[in-house]
């Protein structure tokens, strides 16, 4: 069993930055791709950002595809997501998820945290 802990979300103006991290204990974190989902009130889970089991593949959405980094320290058991360029359309709960392989579908994801609020002020 995987436990997930986001942390680094806040409150930033439009055009900051903000890095989100995720924690993983209870599991052997190499053996499993990483993915960034966010929900925004009043609207369905999407996809963010995911990486494979190395951190060498990686997969965005298009809506932060060019302004967002997912990455990975497999020794600190940690998985990022760097947020730059940050809209008011970014303002959601993100969260983290583990599954075996990376994919943009959430219900593939057998694992998640419990989320972490982004609020981007105009």
């Known amino acids: 069993q995987v436990q997930l802990v986001e942390s680094g979300g806040g409150l930033v103006q439009a055009g900051g930055s903000l890095r989100l991290s995720c924690a993983a204990s209870g599991g052997t974190f190499t053996k499993y791709a990483m993915g960034w989902f966010r929900r925004a009130p009043g609207k369905e889970r999407e996809f963010v950002a995911a990486?494979?089991?190395?951190?060498?593949?990686?997969f965005y959405a298009d809506s932060v595809k060019g302004r967002f980094t997912i990455s990975r320290d497999n020794v600190k058991n940690t998985v990022y997501l760097q947020m730059n360029s940050l809209k008011p359309e970014d303002t959601a709960v993100y969260y983290c998820?583990?599954?075996?392989?990376?994919?943009?579908?959430?219900?593939?994801?057998?694992?998640w945290g419990q989320g972490t609020q982004v609020t981007v002020s105009s």
């Open positions: 990486t494979g089991r190395i951190g060498v593949n990686t």
């Open positions: 998820a583990a599954n075996v392989l990376p994919t943009t579908q959430a219900d593939r994801y057998n694992y």
